[in-house]
């Protein structure tokens, strides 16, 4: 029941920055993890940010340092500085969230790709 309506993607110059957000509706769930994973062409998806309801990040180590994660409630905000092209992926929105069980949803994905 939870949407993830997410937004933000496109073409940026390497050394350049993006800002994505996530937003997630329908959720009564207060406690959750929210953040992206990406997945280049012919690549695994794998995490890039996550953080947790109390403010708890985890980065790739690939973007430490150059992404920034953040999140307001149930909306979660990626800044993206100083882009390689290797960041080029469709990032997903990841939302994870304990009930009775574990839920865990995605988002619709954004393509993201750095080219000059």
């Known amino acids: 029941q939870v949407q993830l309506v997410e937004s933000g993607g496109g073409l940026v110059q390497p050394g350049g920055s993006l800002r994505l957000s996530c937003a997630a509706s329908?959720?009564?769930?207060?406690?959750?993890?929210m953040g992206w994973y990406r997945q280049a062409p012919g690549k695994q998806r794998d995490l890039a940010a996550v953080?947790?309801?109390?403010?708890t990040t985890n980065y790739a180590d690939s973007v430490k340092g150059r992404f920034t994660i953040s999140r307001d409630k149930d909306t979660v905000y990626l800044q993206m500085n100083s882009l390689k092209p290797e960041d080029t992926a469709v990032y997903y929105c990841y939302f994870r969230a304990r009930g009775v069980f574990w839920y865990t949803y995605w988002g619709q994905g954004t393509q993201v790709t750095v080219s000059s």
């Open positions: 329908g959720s009564m769930l207060s406690i959750s993890t």
């Open positions: 953080i947790t309801s109390n403010g």
